[in-house]
């Protein structure tokens, strides 16, 4: 008889693609945990850029939103450089509010076949985080369902019609960060030590959040989660991704 609290065995992340293109709702989104994948990808000689739904700007509870916006659009192009990515887009959205459903699907469609990414990756879109204790927020919920649903809309040419835009079928993989059920992994490697210099560019959403030392916290953290999902790709410390084939 199996197991039925035995954590799953994670497959290798499928390596025969050029082109990614993250959705997520807000900055920092990517820097706890995928950071270091990208990192490894972007090493590799891979195309990955980043499109954010929101500008983040109501993520420090000390600071006015409409001077927070700058800051973490500035601390997020910073954030993405270090693991070699120059390509980071917003699309400005209200943080906190974002709604699933056609408009939504719209942007990401569009914003896909603008980009033409092979791989898409975004956040978790389940209700709850690994654990099943804590529950997801409305913005990672929304966006990830809608970044699921967009990889199929890009490539239909009757589903949000834009002049000049061709359809774009050529997402083969979606993959979910943050998933209670992951399916997939790829190995840190020196690329843990680059997200973890990632995450250190949020310094005033950190700041705001803990006391304790930056440099320690990112890295416990950081580490932590890799060695956890490690645990379940051979002992390797690895990023977990649920793949969603097309």
Known sequence: ?????????????????????????????????????????????????????????????????????????????????????????????ADGTIEYGPALRRELALAIRRHRPELVITVNHHDTWPGGRVWNTPDHRAVGRAALDAAADAGNRWIFPEPGLAPWDGVRWVAVSGSPYPTHAVAAGPGLERAIASL???????????????????????????????AMFGGVAAVAFELFPR
């Open 1 to 93: 008889m199996s197991d039925p609290t035995a954590r799953p065995t994670l497959e290798p992340m499928p390596a025969d693609w050029r082109t990614a293109l993250a959705i997520v709702a807000h900055p920092d989104d990517l820097e706890y945990g995928t950071a270091a994948a990208i990192a490894s990808w972007t090493d590799e000689g891979r195309s990955v850029s980043y499109l954010l739904a929101t500008r983040g700007e109501a993520g420090i509870d000390t600071m006015d939103p409409r001077r927070a916006a700058p800051v973490r659009e500035g601390e997020q192009r910073a954030a993405a450089a270090v693991v070699g990515v120059e390509s980071v887009e917003f699309l400005g959205l």
């Open 200 to 230: 250190l560019e949020h310094r005033s959403y950190i700041a705001a959040l803990t006391g304790r030392d930056p440099r320690e916290y990112a890295r416990e953290l950081l580490a932590g989660a890799a060695a956890a999902e490690g």
